[in-house]
C-alpha cells in the first residue's frame, strides 16, 4: 500500500494490493482522474499526455473544456454540463462552484465520517486533497483511503463553509469516477420483497443509466452498489469496477454516458428531495464509497468485497468468530404462541443441536396481530406469565442462548406509546397518516424520540439477558418530513433519519457489547454496508424456498459474504412459494448463510429430527469454511436449471460444495462439476463416501455429480485434505 506523490507530472498514485487510483493535478488547479485499475509502477510521460490537453501552464476555465474533462470532483454548471457530484446553492440563488486545488496531506490510518458509520483497521493511509472556491468560501476535502490487505479504494467528501453566508447544499454524492471509454456491462442488483438483490446486467448507452431509491432506506428493490465489466468480464476473468455505498437510507448509483461515449460512474446520497443547510462554519460528509477493482472478474471483486467486510466493516466480538446456529419461531407459530409453546420449541432445539433460540414478534404489548403494540417493548404477561425475563431464564436453563426480536423504528396506531405521543410519528400536518403493516415511522430527528427508543429497547434487553438480537424495520417512509424541522430544512429529513438510526443503533449495541446483532427490514430491504458496521448478521429475504434463495443468495454474495447472509431452513410447503423442497435441499442452501432454522421442530418425524441433528454437527464442524473461507459461484442459478457454490477455507485445507438442481430433466446423464480455488497439488477426501480427488483433477475435470432424479434436489461434497 502506498499514497505518492510524484512533483514532476503534478500526480498523486495511491496503489494497493494490485490496485492502482491516479490523480493527476491540471495545472495545480483541477485534480483530474487519470487512471483506476491494475497496478502500474510508474506513470509514464506517454500515459500523462493522454490530459495534456488539460494540464499546459495557461489553464483558465474560459478556454479549456471541463465538460470533457475526468475529474475527481466534478460539479454542474461551471464549465462542465454534465451531471456532477456536487451541487450547492448560494444565498444569492446561483449555485457556481469553482473548485480549486489549495494543498494535499497524507495520513496514517483512517478519518472521522460525523456521525456516519465507516470502515476501520489498522495498516491504512489517507490522502486527505482540499480543493475550495475562493468566492464563496466554500471548502470541500476529498479523502481516499487504503488499507494494506485490500484491493478496495475508500472515498468521503467533507464540505465546509468557510464562507460569511449561509449555502444550501443540493447534491453532496461520496465519488465520482470518470472512465475512459463506455464499453461496460453494467451490473445492478434489484427486486422486491421476497425477491431482493437479483442480478440485472445490461450494456451502457449514451445518457443516464444506473440504480437509485428514494424510499428512505437502501430497500428490497434496490442495492447501493453497482459494477461496471469490461466486456470479456466473466466471473473469473476481465476487469471489474465496482462502487458500494457505506449508507442505509436514499441513495443514487448513475452512470452518465457522455458525449465522447465516456462513462462517468458516481454513488452516494439520494440527491432527489435532499438538500443541507450549511451555516457559515458547518461541515457535512458524506457517506463512505468503496471503489473496488477486480482483474479477476466478479470472483476478484466478491472475494475483495468479503475480506474487507470481515476485516474492516464488521466489528466487535463475532466478527470472524463462530455464529450461533439458531431457531426463530416466527414461521413457527407466528403471534399464536405461549410460553410452553415456545418451551417444547426450545427444548426439541436443544436435542438436535441448535444453540440459539429468538423469539420473534408477538411478545409485547398486546400484540396479536401486526395491528397493534409496536412502541410498547413491555412483556405481554398473557403469552409470557414469567415475563421476557422469565422466559429467557429457562431458555438459559435448557443450555440454549436466549434472542429476541424488535422494531425499534415503529409505532402503531394501538399503542400507549402513539396515545401518549401522537406527534413522534413522521406525519404530515392536517393529511392522513398513512399506515404500512398498521404501523408508523418513529420521527428518528428528534432526539427525545431516539432517547426514548433507546431507554425502552434497552431495558427489554436487559431485561430479556438477550444472547441475540433480531432489529426489525418493516415499512418505508410516506409522508416525509419532522414537526422538529424548520420548512426550509424539511429536505434534510431524510438524511436526519437515517442520522438518528445511526445513532440509536450504535448506543444500543454498544451498550450491549457481547450481543449479536442481525439486521432486517421485512425480509432483505436494509442489506447493505451501513447497517454491517453495527451488525454483522442481515436476514437476506422472507422467502426461505431452497430454489428462490439460491437466487437470492448468488447475487447478494457479489458484494456479501455468507457470515453476512442470514439463512434458515422452513417448512414445506414453503410459507412463500408454496414449493415442496427436500429437507437436504434446503439445509444445504441455507448453509450458504448463518445457518438457522424457522420451522415447528415438534412436527417433524423422528428420522426428519435425526437428520436434523446431523446436520447441525455438520454445520458446527465445517462453520469456519462455511462462513469465512473464500466463496466461489460455481453455477449461476439465473439460467434457471442449476445452481453450485463452494467455499474453501483460508488455508485450502478444507472445502464445502453445494450443487441445486431446480427442474429434474429426463434421460439426464452424470455430470461433472468443475471446482475451484483448491490446493492444486494437494489431495482431498470426501468425508462422506472417503473418495480421494486431486485438487488439481477437481479444479479441471470435475467431480461427478449423483444427484437423485427429482425436482430441487441437491449434493453436496465435504471434502478436506488429505
Ligand atoms: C418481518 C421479518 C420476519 C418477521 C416478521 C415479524 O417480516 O422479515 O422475519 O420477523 O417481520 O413481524
Redesign the pocket.
Known amino acids: 500500500m502506498s499514497i505518492l506523490f510524484d512533483a514532476s507530472c503534478q500526480c498523486f498514485h495511491l496503489s494497493s494490493q494490485g490496485m492502482s487510483y491516479i490523480i493527476q493535478m491540471a495545472a495545480g488547479r483541477y485534480p483530474l482522474h487519470l487512471y483506476w485499475g491494475a497496478s502500474v509502477r510508474h506513470i509514464s510521460d506517454d500515459l500523462v499526455t493522454r490530459l495534456s490537453i488539460y494540464t499546459h501552464d495557461n489553464f483558465s476555465l474560459h478556454e479549456t473544456p471541463l465538460d470533457r474533462m475526468p475529474q475527481e470532483a466534478p460539479v454542474f454548471g461551471c464549465g462542465d454540463l454534465r451531471e456532477g457530484m456536487l451541487h450547492v446553492r448560494h444565498a444569492s440563488g446561483t449555485a457556481a462552484l469553482d473548485l480549486v486545488f489549495q494543498k494535499y496531506e497524507i495520513r496514517t490510518g483512517t478519518c472521522p465520517k460525523g456521525g456516519l458509520p465507516r470502515a476501520h483497521g489498522e495498516n491504512s493511509e489517507t490522502l486527505v486533497l482540499t480543493l475550495a472556491d475562493v468566492s464563496s468560501g466554500i471548502e470541500v476535502e476529498l479523502t481516499y483511503t487504503l488499507w494494506e490487505d485490500s484491493p478496495i479504494l475508500a472515498r468521503h467528501v467533507r464540505i465546509t463553509n468557510n464562507g460569511t453566508a449561509p449555502v444550501t447544499l443540493e447534491r453532496a454524492l461520496s465519488c465520482c469516477v470518470d472512465f475512459e471509454g463506455s464499453d461496460y456491462r453494467l451490473l445492478t442488483l434489484s427486486g422486491a420483497w421476497a425477491r431482493e438483490r437479483h442480478e440485472d446486467f445490461r450494456p451502457l448507452v449514451q445518457g443516464n443509466q444506473g440504480t437509485s431509491t428514494v424510499r428512505g432506506a437502501s430497500s428490497v428493490q434496490t442495492s447501493p452498489f453497482m459494477a461496471l465489466l469490461s466486456p470479456d468480464a466473466t466471473e473469473e476473468n476481465g476487469d471489474v469496477y465496482a462502487m458500494a455505498l457505506c449508507y442505509s437510507g436514499s441513495f443514487l448509483a448513475s452512470v452518465d454516458v457522455d458525449q465522447d461515449h465516456n462513462a462517468r460512474a458516481m454513488i452516494g446520497i439520494q440527491p432527489f428531495d435532499f438538500s443541507w443547510a450549511l451555516a457559515p462554519g458547518a461541515s457535512f460528509d458524506t457517506p463512505e464509497a468503496y471503489l473496488c477493482y477486480s482483474h479477476t472478474g466478479l470472483s476478484g471483486m466478491s472475494h475483495a468485497f468479503h475480506t474487507f467486510v470481515h476485516h474492516h466493516i464488521n466489528q466487535g466480538p463475532f466478527a470472524l468468530a463462530p455464529r450461533p446456529l439458531l431457531i426463530n419461531n ?1 414461521e413457527a407459530t407466528y403471534f399464536q404462541f405461549n410460553e410452553e409453546k415456545l418451551l417444547d420449541l426450545a427444548r426439541t432445539a436443544k436435542k438436535v443441536g441448535i444453540d440459539l433460540f429468538v423469539l ?2 408477538g411478545w409485547f404489548g398486546h400484540r396479536d396481530s ?1 395491528n397493534s403494540s409496536l412502541g410498547d417493548w413491555y412483556d405481554d404477561l398473557r403469552k409470557l406469565p414469567h415475563g421476557l425475563s422469565g422466559l429467557s431464564d429457562r431458555i438459559h436453563e435448557l443450555g440454549l442462548l436466549f434472542g429476541l ?1 424488535v422494531e425499534p423504528e415503529m409505532i402503531s396506531p394501538d399503542s400507549d406509546l402513539y396515545r401518549a405521543h401522537p406527534d413522534w410519528c413522521i406525519h404530515a400536518e392536517d393529511r392522513m397518516r398513512i399506515e404500512c403493516r398498521h404501523q408508523l415511522v418513529l420521527d428518528l430527528t428528534r432526539q427525545e424520540v431516539r432517547d426514548a427508543i433507546v431507554a425502552s429497547i434497552c431495558g427489554a434487553l436487559a431485561r430479556g439477558k438477550v444472547d441475540y438480537v ?1 432489529w ?1 424495520m ?1 415499512r418505508n417512509i410516506n409522508m416525509v418530513g419532522s414537526a422538529a424541522l424548520p420548512p426550509e430544512r424539511m429536505k434534510e429529513f431524510h438524511h436526519r433519519y437515517i442520522l438518528g438510526l445511526y445513532d440509536i443503533v450504535s448506543r444500543v449495541t454498544s451498550a450491549f457489547p457481547k450481543v449479536l446483532f442481525e439486521s ?1 427490514a ?2 432483505g430491504g436494509r442489506f447493505d454496508l451501513g447497517m454491517a458496521c453495527y451488525m454483522p448478521q442481515n ?1 437476506t429475504s ?1 422467502d426461505t424456498d431452497a430454489w428462490e434463495r439460491c437466487l437470492i443468495q448468488h447475487s447478494t454474495s457479489y458484494v456479501f459474504p455468507p457470515s453476512m447472509m442470514g439463512a434458515h431452513v422452513s417448512a414445506v410447503p414453503n410459507h412463500q412459494t408454496g414449493r415442496i423442497t427436500p429437507l437436504a435441499s434446503r439445509a444445504a442452501v441455507a448453509m450458504g448463510g448463518t445457518y438457522g432454522y424457522e420451522l415447528d421442530l415438534n412436527r417433524l418425524t423422528a428420522e426428519e429430527l435425526s437428520s436434523i441433528r446431523s446436520l447441525n454437527e455438520r454445520v458446527h464442524a465445517w462453520q469456519n469454511t462455511l462462513l469465512y473461507g473464500t466463496y466461489h459461484r460455481l453455477l449461476s442459478p439465473y439460467a434457471r436449471t442449476r445452481a453450485a457454490f463452494m467455499t474453501v477455507s483460508e488455508d485450502r485445507k478444507q472445502a464445502v460444495v453445494t450443487f441445486m438442481n431446480a427442474l429434474a430433466e429426463p434421460n439426464q446423464k452424470p455430470k461433472l462439476l468443475k471446482l475451484r480455488g483448491l490446493d492444486p497439488d494437494a489431495d482431498y477426501r470426501d468425508v462422506d463416501t472417503g473418495k480421494v480427488y486431486g485438487g488439481d483433477e477437481l479444479m479441471s475435470y470435475g467431480i461427478p455429480l449423483s444427484v437423485p432424479q427429482a425436482d430441487f434436489t441437491s449434493q453436496q461434497f465435504f471434502l478436506t485434505i488429505c
Do not use: A, Q, T, Y
Open positions: 416466527w420473534d414478534d401486526d426480536w433480531k426489525d418493516n432486517c421485512g425480509g436476514w422472507d
